[in-house]
């Protein structure tokens, strides 16, 4: 059993009859009263988000997870396929137990969390950046470099991003996977 003090981002927890990914926290100590943890939590099952306060202290039952390598194969209409680089065994998860999977693309490595107790796949996690092709924009036009203006692209999974005005069809892009916003462009 662990407290609140343990509680940490990508901790998994068995709450309400179910497993939880802590996906955000912030320890709190008012003025008055007693400290608390206020937490974002996810469900591991059906994706779920809510918002949950722990008491200081709280007692809290942890999940042991392992994290593995695999590659993105391909998707369907109810989820993702990935496939084991070690033995070439695969596994589906479902779609909504993967953060912002609009930037994967087939050939992709992302980490799967497995509860370690039953090997059931828990979650994906994609990098941190990916690097994509830019398939639609409006042409950029030479010195659009001196400004914060952006415009919309897509790329080539299909995702929406916005990116800065000199940035033309083709070019290759790195994209932060967090919270889908422009890096850099790349050369290659």
Not at 63 to 68: G, K, L
Request: overall charge negative; some cysteine.
């Amino acid at each position: 059993m662990a407290t609140t003090s343990d509680i940490r981002k990508g901790l998994c927890i068995n709450w309400n009859n179910d497993t939880w990914k802590i996906v955000d926290f912030l320890h709190v100590k008012p003025g008055k009263g007693p400290a608390f943890v206020r937490t974002k939590l996810k469900s591991v099952t059906n994706g779920k988000v809510l918002e949950n306060t722990f008491a200081a202290g709280h007692k809290i039952d942890e999940v042991r997870v392992e994290t593995r390598n695999y590659q993105y194969l391909y998707d369907d209409e109810n989820g993702f396929h990935f496939m084991n680089n070690d033995d070439f065994s695969q596994v589906y998860i479902d779609k909504g137990l993967i953060d912002n999977h609009q930037f994967m693309k087939a050939g992709d490595e992302v980490k799967i969390l497995f509860r370690a107790e039953d090997e059931v796949p828990l979650s994906a996690e994609l990098p941190n950046t990916v690097i994509l092709e830019v398939t639609y924009t409006e042409p950029g036009v030479k010195g659009d470099t001196a400004t914060n203006a952006m415009k919309p692209a897509t790329v080539e999974t299909g995702a929406e991003i916005r990116v800065p005005l000199f940035i033309n069809e083709g070019d290759k892009v790195k994209i932060n996977t967090e919270d889908g916003s422009y890096v850099e462009r790349v050369k290659e």
